[in-house]
């Protein structure tokens, strides 16, 4: 309808201007190079319209070869994103060795080629084929000499994930080195840090880790917490007390009051021999929050006056007398004070609660030691049956059919 609109119109346009140009066609004199050249209006306008298609022309004969050429790299670069988008897919459905060589295929056709070869890289590494890996990145980083960041960050992260620490610290300091780090290389940057022990550095870098986008608070809190842990631990590990109380000095007021970092601390203490500290510690972060973790360190303490320690913790009953870690814990402590009824009273009333096989292992040696054999040997077969989860369906022997049997079988002997 609309079309049939436009013609008519073109139409009545046409006869207009035919209508006029009859009455009076014009005239156009031009003089060029000494000479009078003459024609209507008419005429020159289309002599116009020739010239500006003949020039056109001309323009299109000129860059066809250009233009050719333009289309064929256009449609190599579209054959080299559509081979890129099938491999990220055969990626992600874990068709790695389809994926690598999709990605491989059109590689030299490719915009981007630095992301083709990083892409196979992740594909020849959840092969196992290291070779083939390493190959992909060497090439990435000869693609891109001005972009080496992303090659340098997936080569070092891969190296930490094959424990190779030595290797992918000398990879992220050169990016350091190069000025093009990232989020990703410095959070890989601390978690080398972590691995190595290199407090000091790791502290060093906490300020640029919150400083750069991309990395939320929550990530260095967790990261810097992790630091904390690792460093009590191996202190405890090593029993060297003067760096405990360095690494616990240097732990902020608010990772203090973490009972996973005060647990560790603890621990470490005991491992140090320094139980009142980690009875301190324990005590003030049970004072303040309820953790069961805490509760069963608390159950751990050597300390020299073990009735005061174990006073302490039965002060916690009457507002936790359900609990069986603090009522475990009670026990504990109980036979370290030598308290065996109370220890043993304990024992039970948490494992009614919730069996667990450290009670029954306590139980069990604690029978032992006071002459009941056969309550500890019931102590361990519950645990047994604990651990596995169901009794033996053992059918009950009748001591006459058994007797009878033994003698027969001596008979026959």
Not at 21 to 26: A, E, S
Not at 82 to 99: D, K, Y
Not at 160 to 178: I, Y
Not at 243 to 258: C, D, G, N, P
Request: proline residues 3%.
């Amino acid at each position: 309808m609309r079309s049939g609109l436009y013609i008519a119109a073109a139409m009545i346009i046409a006869g207009l201007l035919a209508n006029i140009v009859l009455g009076d066609p014009g005239y156009v004199a031009l003089r060029f190079a000494g000479r009078l050249i003459e024609m209507s209006a008419v005429t020159f306008a289309l002599v116009l319209i020739a010239a500006y298609f003949a020039v056109r022309l001309v323009i299109k004969l000129i860059t066809a070869r250009r233009s050719w050429k333009a289309a064929q790299e256009a449609r190599r670069h579209e054959r080299a994103r559509r081979s890129f988008a099938q491999g990220i897919l055969e990626l992600s459905e874990g068709n790695w060795e389809a994926a690598e060589n999709t990605l491989t295929r059109h590689v030299r056709e490719a915009e981007n080629p630095a992301a083709h070869y990083l892409t196979a890289a992740r594909a020849a590494d959840l092969q196992g084929a290291a070779e083939r890996r390493d190959e992909y990145l060497q090439r990435a980083l000869e693609v891109a000499p001005d972009r080496r960041a992303p090659a340098l960050v997936m080569q070092a992260e891969v190296l930490l994930k094959h424990k190779q620490l030595q290797a992918a610290l000398t990879t992220l300091e050169q990016l350091e080195a190069m000025k093009q780090q990232n989020a990703r290389g410095l959070l890989l940057l601390a978690r080398a840090y972590r691995q190595s022990g290199d407090w000091q550095k790791l502290q060093a870098l906490e300020p640029r880790l919150r400083s750069t986008r991309g990395i939320t608070a929550a990530m260095v809190d967790e990261t810097v917490a992790q630091v904390h842990l690792d460093r009590l631990k191996d202190a405890g590990t090593r029993g060297d007390l003067n760096e405990l109380k360095a690494a616990w000095k240097e732990t902020s007021r608010s990772l203090a009051r973490h009972p996973e970092i005060v647990v560790a601390y603890a621990r470490a203490s005991m491992a140090c021999g320094d139980h009142e500290a980690a009875e301190t510690a324990l005590r003030d972060c049970l004072n303040k929050q309820w953790n069961e973790s805490a509760v069963l360190a608390f159950g751990e303490l050597e300390t020299s006056e073990p009735l005061k320690t174990l006073d302490r913790a039965e002060a916690w009953l009457p507002a936790h007398s359900d609990d069986p870690a603090l009522l475990f814990a009670c026990a504990q402590l109980a036979t370290r004070a030598e308290l065996y009824g109370k220890a043993r009273s304990f024992l039970e009333t948490s494992i009614a609660i919730r069996p667990r096989l450290e009670a029954y292992q306590l139980l069990a040696s604690l029978m032992e030691q006071l002459g009941d054999r056969e309550r500890s040997m019931k102590a361990l077969n519950d645990a047994l049956a604990f651990a596995i989860g169901r009794k033996a369906n053992l059918p009950k022997i009748r001591a006459r059919r058994f007797q009878e049997r033994r003698q027969v079988d001596r008979r026959r002997n």
